[in-house]
């Protein structure tokens, strides 16, 4: 009985904070079908009065969204091409032996204390000397590596038994050949996690792009909505919308893979 | 192992290798170099306009309000900040590790959401909610009869506003950690308390708080050097105001650099931030030691 009241209590708590962490989503979404005046008025509505599309369609036929859609899409796909080399990283700490090997791994890993802050002024330099400022290849080249990612990838690595590798090589599979056949579809559990979280990373990525790219036409939907913010820092729906829009695509991605990512938590040994 | 060719595993961590060291490692001694001169966009193109002015910059740094609030502000950050992150999502795991059933699941992934979504985004409905005039917090405030709050236009309130919409953005990652550390605790350790007739209390205190040490410490660790970074949050709500009341270290180093193209200054700023970083992570190791020995 006891027991029992304890669990309803629990379940109560865990409602109650629940909806309290979801407002700000319930909120926006509704505000983005609210006309302007009435996401503004007082008292608020709570369900859209007179339901509408017109920040939507506002975003993507005026305010060039389409174009801020399509870059952030470009920028997932070849942040995959940067998993793809962090993947190869990891299986090459992992599974080889050279001279060095302990001080560049350790090399890698030092790169993760860096913070943004610091590599962002000489990497901009960096970029301005290769004249790359301004240009979709220097908003994608500095965020390709990311040496957490390596030593996650690299963990896993070490799991999969060396007999498999050698055999392999007897039989005469290339190098290249057994890490793409062998290699990669044995480390699909570490490999859907990472591909969602760099799914999720590419997707938002907002400080390089807001720095990097001058032209509208390189602008991300971060640095849109951003600049939206600041230039219609009054008409709320609208912005409301353009949040939706970025908010979506990942919520609906994360109810499907939810399940996975708290998995690769439990077995990436974060504890 | 015998692979044949000793270039083999450098084709395989060569393009991780080579894209590392020229946009991480190569930055750092950039980054060195040019705080010790007074680089701005003229000196950008020519650079025979830069000229050394040894520790000019960080003389100055010191002597800028600007930076000095910034500096407080991420203090405060983190010094309200930090403590909330860590009992909030502790508390919320130890209440999602009550139950396996499918309900329990979906809080999980409830409450993990708005780790994962774009912080801009974010920003610009907290920045709604916030609104003094249309906002739904003094909506709601004013239906219990609370006066309205100036969220974001009073400089210590809009500290505190910044912090508690991190707080809820930074509950999910850390929730997971504690859960996952929860999940590991041996269930023995839980029988033998209940056969000394232990009460609940008795068991959080002496069983599980000690046993999420580990995790209490990661998550302090990675939750420090994020606020320390704080970033997107003053910059789309408040642009660092009212009064530079929200200004943190790294919205500093933005301005500096990308708005006034000083370089060599937010250059100078950000090696102040880093050496802040790692001795604050160096304390948290050091303390981490004492406490297991």
Redesign the interface.
Known sequence: MKQKLE?WI??L??VV??FL?????F??IL?SFKPERE??????TLWPENFTFEHYLNLFQNLNFGTYFTNTLIIVLFSMLGLL??T??G???A????KG?EA?FI??LA?M??????????????L?QMSLTNTMSGII??G??A?FN?FLIRQFMTTIP?DL??SA?IDGAR??RI?FQIILPLSKPVLAVQVILTF?GA??S??WPL?VANDQGLYT??VG??LL?GQNASS?AL??A???V??IP??IL??FV??Y??QG??TTG?? | MNHRNAWTPWLFIGPAILLLLVFAILPIFVSLVISFTDIDLVGLGNWDAIEFIGLENFINLFQDPLFRQSLYNSLVYVVIGVPLVIICSFSIALLLNYATSKLFTIFRVVYYVPSVTNIVAIAVVWGFLYNQDVGLFNFVLDFFGVDPVPWLEHPFIAKLSLILLAVWKGLGINMLIYLAALQSIPNSYYEAANIDGANKLQKLRYITIPSLSYATFFVTVTTLIGWLQFFEEPFVMTGGGPLDGTMSMALFIYQEGFQYNEFGYAAAASLVLFILIIVVTMVQFTFNKSDKD
């Open positions: 669990k629990i379940t708590v865990l904070g629940g962490v979801s407002i700000p989503f909120w926006m505000s996401a503004r008025s007082m008292p608020p080399f962090n190869m990283a299986y090459g700490f599974k080889f032996h050279f090997k560049v090399g890698v790169t204390m860096i913070p943004a802050q610091v590599s962002m002024i000489p990497v901009y330099l960096i301005n080249l500095p390709l590596i040496a390596i060396n590798i050698e090589r190098e290249f890490f999720v997707w938002n907002f400080l720095i939907l971060s909505l951003a913010q709320f912005q409301m353009g949040a939706t970025m908010v990942v919520l994360f109810m939810q399940k990512i708290v938590f439990n974060i504890k």
